[in-house]
């Protein structure tokens, strides 16, 4: 069975400090790898999906990469805007059904 | 585009009540989903369509769950004789299996079930 792993539980950053977020999975084969964020009470919002391992994408202070057991979420400089959480999910290379599985998330607080 | 849309935003409900919640997916995708997430945890899998097509429901989804998508269109999720345990965030999300958005799955903006 697929399972994502992500850690920490929490994190609490100051404005302008630099951090990564990890996110651990195992899947038998893997057909993608993605990024999303939520806001409290609003539904995922998507951010980056990575395909194979030495993948890198980027999008503002917001950089994802990939190996083949893990993926992190690099967030540099962040601003109290990037508060959060973070979900990572794959899904599976196999059958027809392109369901995700997720991790619980990192709840990120950035501090002014 | 106007994104995934979902009604009601908010349900309460009381228990042994019927609920049924609906979904419009971004116009032109074909794969529709259903996740439920509840406090503190990460979405889980419910059921998938492709098109009019249910192809998988989750182990999750027991006989008072049913959803159904009429002409490939907009889904409903009903869940009948509610209990206290069916409270949560109930999301939908749509996905093309084209173009440059290959596999990336959107989400509206969810219902919130409360059963009293």
């Known amino acids: 069975e697929d399972q994502v792993t992500q850690s920490p539980e929490a994190l609490r950053l100051q404005e302008g400090e630099s951090s990564s977020l990890n996110c651990s999975y195992t899947?038998?084969?893997?057909?993608?790898l993605f990024w999303y964020r939520q806001d409290p009470g609003k539904g995922p919002e998507f951010l980056f999906t990575?395909?194979?391992a030495g993948e890198e994408k980027e999008k503002e202070r917001l950089k994802a990469t990939l190996t083949k057991k893990e993926s992190f979420l690099h967030i540099t400089a962040p601003k109290p805007e990037d508060s959060a959480t973070y979900l990572c999910?794959?899904?599976?290379?196999?059958?027809?059904?392109?369901?995700?599985?997720f991790g619980k998330g990192t709840l990120l607080t950035v501090n002014p | 585009d106007t994104g995934v849309s979902q009604d009601p935003r908010h349900k309460i409900t009381k228990r042994g009540q019927n609920v049924t919640f609906r979904c419009d997916p971004i116009?032109?995708?074909?794969?529709l989903y259903w996740y439920r997430q509840t406090l503190g945890q990460g979405p889980e899998f419910l059921t998938y369509?492709?098109?009019?097509?249910?192809?998988?429901k989750s182990r999750l989804l027991s006989d008072r769950f049913s959803a159904e998508r009429p002409k490939g269109s907009f889904s409903t999720l009903e869940i009948q004789r509610t209990e206290q345990g069916d409270s949560a965030m109930y999301l939908c999300?749509?996905?093309?299996?084209?173009?440059?958005?290959?596999?990336?799955?959107?989400f509206g903006p969810g219902t919130r079930l409360t059963v009293l």
């Open positions: 899947v038998s084969g893997l057909r993608g």
């Open positions: 116009s032109e995708h074909n794969r």
């Open positions: 999910a794959s899904m599976n290379s196999g059958g027809s059904n392109y369901k995700l599985t």
């Open positions: 990575l395909y194979s």
């Open positions: 369509f492709q098109n009019e097509a249910q192809l998988e």
């Open positions: 999300a749509s996905s093309s299996p084209y173009g440059i958005s290959y596999n990336e799955q959107f």
